[in-house]
């Protein structure tokens, strides 16, 4: 009696042991997974709003570096029509007038509708862009420069205006 005793408290130990030792991996759930983090850019395709923002400007070279902002203060990416003017004035004085008008002299290129297009555009990260005008020959005397911008998406047109 003594070895089936000894026995069955040995085999119910062992039980025991090795039965509590087990875990329960397959009854665990993987965490959940973060959620994506919401869009912080739209392409000119989507967006249905252009803002332009003016972040610097060198005339005298005929770059300008912008913001494009769409829908909900997003980037806009993916621009690529813009028509771009640039506006010199000579230093006030009796020979910047004739018939009471300032002459100035304007440096001008669309890349809207056509198919050549004069300016380099490029993407400087998502939403800034710089735009260079090719071939600027400014008289001598402009010393007062402003620029103009249109930009044209399939959505959203931002027609053209003077940046400050």
């Not at 119910?12 to 965490?31: I, M, Q, R």
């Not at 709003?49 to 610097?56: F, T």
């Amino acid at each position: 009696m003594k070895k089936t005793t000894l026995s069955l408290i040995m085999g119910l130990s062992f039980v025991l042991l090795f039965g509590c030792n087990s875990s329960d991996d397959d009854n665990v759930t993987a965490p959940p997974e973060p959620p994506e983090p919401p869009a912080t850019t739209i392409s000119i395709k989507d967006t249905s709003v252009i803002d332009v923002a003016l972040v610097s400007t060198d005339p005298e070279s005929g770059t300008m570096i912008i913001n494009l902002t769409g829908d909900d203060d997003k980037a806009v990416i993916g621009a690529d029509a813009f028509n771009l003017l640039f506006m010199g004035y000579p230093k006030p004085g009796p020979y910047s007038s004739k018939y009471k008008l300032a002459w100035h002299q304007a440096q001008q290129t669309s890349c809207i509708d056509t198919e050549e297009c004069v300016m380099v555009i490029e993407e400087l990260k998502a939403g800034m862009y710089q735009l260079t005008l090719d071939e600027l020959a400014w008289k001598i005397g402009i010393v007062n420069f402003r620029v103009a911008l249109e930009v044209k998406g399939e959505n959203a047109h931002f027609p053209m205006a003077f940046l400050d």
